[in-house]
């Protein structure tokens, strides 16, 4: 049994229930970054906020994301996708091509995929070798610990679907004209290795998971669920976050 196994795929919540959540969480999620970013509050800059997204083709990433940034000023946020690295890419250290975009203090950027890659897809496609992969465990962990410490909130969501569900998704996408742009051979051919990919995903929960930047697992079968608890999560995990930088930044002594 791993930590998937233990997901309820069957929540869901009311369309009332939703809207009413949904317009509470993102009313707070506002005031969040507003002080963070030093727009209100005491005037100072807070850390920077660095979401996570990961999880199942077609598990609602992209959604989720539009709801935690419909309510910001568009100069207050950075959105990030990251698809298999390109050729200049490939010449450098994996991490590389993210540390860039880390934001700093005060910033807020959303990764939609991250290095998480290299513990996914490029095992699961072999496009790393087991020595790469396997060392890129602590090497993320060694990151993200050195990232939070120098001031930001790291908040890493995994949407998880039913095979049946992303197949239903990806039918759906095939034949709408306007969205089948997001669909390609490759997501089907990555649906026979379901079974490989959620085991490299246990084995990522299990070795990455750790007190500064914990996974935060979420059922995207229902996509009002999922929205819902993803905001209301990032909103208890920034609110750790500011908790754990104002402790970090007293004076002692």
């Known amino acids: 049994m791993g930590r998937l196994d233990d997901i309820d795929l ?22 969040l970054r507003l002080i963070l970013g030093g727009q209100i509050g005491d005037g100072g800059v807070g850390p ?5 997204m990961e999880g199942a083709d077609a598990g609602g990433k992209g959604g989720a994301t539009r709801r935690i940034v419909e309510r910001l000023d568009p100069r207050h946020f950075s959105v990030y996708a990251y698809a298999k690295p390109d050729d200049r890419e490939k010449r450098h250290h994996f991490l590389w091509r993210f540390w860039t975009k880390i934001p700093g203090l005060g ?13 996914l897809v490029e095992r699961v496609e072999k496009f790393a070798t087991i020595e790469q992969w396997t060392r890129a465990y602590n090497e993320i962990v060694e990151f ?16 998880h679907i039913s095979s049946d569900e992303q197949a239903r998704r990806f039918e759906s996408r095939r034949d709408d004209p306007l969205r089948k742009w997001k669909l390609n ?3 089907w051919r990555n649906r026979e290795k379901w079974d490989q990919y959620i085991e490299a995903a246990e084995d990522m929960f299990e070795r990455t998971d750790h007190q500064l930047a914990p996974w935060d697992i979420v059922s995207g079968e229902n996509k009002k669920w ?13 609110e750790d976050g500011i908790t754990r930088w104002e402790m970090l930044n007293t004076p002692t002594g």
């Open 144 to 159: 993200e610990r050195s990232v939070v410490l120098e001031g930001v909130i790291l908040v890493k969501f995994y949407l």
């Open 48 to 52: 920077g906020l660095l979401v996570v």
């Open 185 to 187: 051979e490759e997501d």
């Open 10 to 31: 069957s929540a869901k919540l009311s369309g009332d229930e939703y809207e009413t959540r949904l317009a509470a969480a993102q009313e707070r999620f506002v005031e």
């Open 107 to 119: 910033g807020m950027c959303v990764f939609d995929r991250s290095w998480y890659g290299r513990l």
């Open 226 to 238: 999922a929205r819902v608890t993803i905001l209301e999560t990032l909103n208890q995990r920034i």
